[in-house]
């Protein structure tokens, strides 16, 4: 069983940026990939991007490419999202999650664990 617990989030003004970290509980993060999803209101949870379990490989959706950018510290069992040049459509709730398998997956239906999410506001 992993537990997530993302923070970091808040409120920023366009052009600002953000860091979002999720610290996993359990003694075997170090072999699950991890993922950030976000939903905004009145969508569907949408991916953001994704990192293997030993950091080398990363995957990101297009609309953040660029500008967002995951790592992980597995001695910290925590992964981040580093958000720069934010815009006021990433406004979401920012959600992390924890694949077994240790790839890098964009689909949300593989991931088996979530934490409860963070809150990100961009202003314009």
Request: hydrophobic residues 35%.
């Given at each position: ?68 950018t995951i790592s992980r510290d597995n001695a910290k069992s925590t992964v981040y999202l580093q958000m720069n040049n ?39």
């Open positions: 069983q992993v537990q997530l617990v993302e923070s970091g989030g808040g409120l920023v003004q366009a052009g600002g940026s953000l860091r979002l970290s999720c610290v996993a509980s359990g003694r075997t993060f170090s072999t699950y990939a991890m993922g950030w999803f976000r939903q905004a209101p009145g969508k569907e949870r949408e991916f953001v991007g994704a990192i293997s379990w030993e950091g080398a490989l990363t995957n990101y959706a297009d609309s953040v490419k660029g500008r967002f934010l815009k006021p459509e990433d406004t979401a709730v920012y959600y992390c999650a924890a694949r077994s398998l240790g790839l890098a997956s964009p689909w949300k239906s593989e991931y088996n664990y979530w934490g409860q999410g963070t809150r990100v506001t961009v202003s314009s």
